[in-house]
Every structure is written in C-alpha cells, then in structure tokens.
C-alpha cells in the first residue's frame, strides 16, 4: 500500500472506513459514531459489496473512502483473491467504483493502525483466519504470519483460526493462542501485542504482553490513514501513524 500522502486541505477529511470481514461488512463515517452493517459471506465479490455500502451509506456525507480487506494488498491493490468471499476483487477499480480517492489495506492492518499508541507493536487478529500487522515507530509493516508452517505441517491459521477454536476447544485454543503470541512477540522483539478480531474476547487467557483490542479500532484506523504526523509525534504516541509499506 502506498505512503499516505500529505493532505493540503485545511478542512478535516469526512472519511468512510469498511471493515470487509468473512461473515459482516461494517462501515462507519468519521463525523459519525453509528455502525451500519450488512452480512457477507462467500459469495460476495467486490462489485457487490461496493453497490451493498452505497445503499446502505446513502444519506452519508464523505470525501475519500478507507477499505480493510481479508487478504493480501500491496500500493493499494488487492494481489489475491480472499478465502472467505467471492472473487472479483483483483484489479476491482475502488476509486472508480466509489468516485472518490480509496486507499485499500489488510483488515489486519487497519484496526492495528487503530490501536497503536507507539513504539514496536505487534497485532494479530483472531476471527475466521489470523490477521497481523507489525509497528514500527509509526511504519506500518503488513505481514502474513497466518500461513508459515506451525505444527505438524498446519499453518498458524489452521490452529488460531475460528475453525481451529471450534475443533480444539476453547481452553486448548487458547494455550495454543497464548504460545503463538509468545513466540512472534520474541521474534520480532515487539514492546507489546494488542489481540483483535471477533474471537479476541473468546480466550480464556489473555497472555501477559498482550492487550486486548476491539473491532471498533478498525474504523479509527481507516480514518487515521488519511492523517498524517511528523515523526517526533508519532514517537511520542500522538497522531501515530506515518506510512504504510
């Protein structure tokens, strides 16, 4: 995804964000705090949930568009097809679509841009697979941790995912959960872990550098990027963010 560039405007952008997820798509406007949502699922492609959010936004008022999609992006555009909806989204012309400037990110990324208060930190999202995203000093890293090999030739995501949970149990889930986080946080020597995503709150234990996130980020996160800070700010935990790589 591209480095968000330095708005000149002296009004404050009117931001849509959707959060695109496997079983919802949720949106909200920076001027308002109702959440507006519709179900996905996977028959969704992207030319649906574009036409979904128009009709479902239509008395709003916004000037560029923030979109978290369940999959790989890189300089705002979609590299691979998501595994929980339909297709269509490669090469989909979002600005075209929406008729204002869009910038789209991994999910992942979105609600971790919302959630950092500076420093290293690592954000894993815990719902129908694992998203993750790493900080650096206000530098956005996405990652795909999900599908490195974990045990017994499974990825990360066969084990954390929401179909993990449901075949291991909860308690084995959250063991298994509490392990990963431990060792991605020594790996990539994180200050701290935030755990999102809708199976966040489902642990039984929340591993100690961890903290708990909230979906609700995801929005904050799809207005931040529009911002921008200089760099002595972002250390110091204020108007995080500088760019996305």
Avoid at 19 to 43: A, L, M, N
Avoid at 163 to 176: C, Q, V
Avoid at 177 to 189: H, M, N, Q, Y
Avoid at 215 to 226: K, L, P, S, T
């Amino acid at each position: 995804m591209a480095s968000p560039s330095v708005m000149k405007s002296t009004r404050k952008l009117r931001v849509l964000a959707i959060d695109v997820g496997g079983s919802h798509v949720k949106t909200r406007v920076s001027t308002r705090r109702q959440i507006r949502q519709f179900e996905s699922g996977p028959d969704l492609t992207a030319g649906q949930m574009v036409k979904r959010v128009q009709q479902l936004t239509g008395d709003w008022i916004y000037d560029v568009v923030s979109i978290g999609y369940p999959g790989v992006v890189m300089h705002n555009k979609v590299l691979i097809e998501p595994h929980h909806l339909g297709g269509g989204w490669v090469g989909f012309d979002f600005r075209r679509a929406f008729g204002r400037p869009t910038r789209i990110m991994n999910d992942a990324v979105m609600q971790a841009i919302g959630t950092y208060e500076g420093g290293r930190m690592l954000f894993l999202g815990l719902g129908t697979g694992l998203g993750s995203a790493l900080i650096i000093d206000g530098i956005v890293a996405p990652m795909e941790l999900a599908h490195l090999p974990f045990k017994k030739g499974r990825a990360y995501e066969y084990y954390a995912g929401e179909a993990g949970r449901r075949r291991l149990g909860a308690n084995k889930w959250s063991k298994i959960v509490g392990e990963i986080v431990k060792r991605f946080s020594t790996a990539l020597e994180a200050d701290y872990v935030v755990i999102g995503g809708g199976n966040a709150r489902k642990l039984r234990r929340l591993p100690k550098i961890a903290r708990l996130g909230n979906n609700d980020f995801a929005f904050i996160g799809g207005f931040r990027v529009w911002q921008t800070a200089p760099r002595t700010m972002a250390r110091r935990g204020r108007n995080p963010l500088i760019a996305v790589i």
